[in-house]
């Protein structure tokens, strides 16, 4: 997911009924999130900031996605 090019439509296969079950790794995503444009408002100093925004943006493509499979 995130910097590999993954997104959450790639990731419904591997939940199980309950949209559980699955582990999602976005390590450098997550860390390094206001290097990438859409987070770069927050700027180094507020890396925390930029890495809650891409965790809470992660987790509704994946939750969006989950539901548009059902």
Known sequence: ?????????????????DGLGA????????????KQDKYAEYGEDNFAEAS???VIDMKEDISTALEAAK
């Not at 997911?1 to 009924?17: I, M, R, S, T």
């Not at 582990?23 to 206001?34: L, M």
Request: net charge positive; proline share 0%.
């Open 1 to 17: 997911y995130g910097a590999q090019g993954g997104q959450g439509k790639d990731l419904v296969h591997f939940f199980n009924e």
């Open 52 to 54: 809650r925004a891409a």
């Open 23 to 34: 582990i999602v790794n976005s390590s450098r995503g997550i860390i390094a999130a206001y």
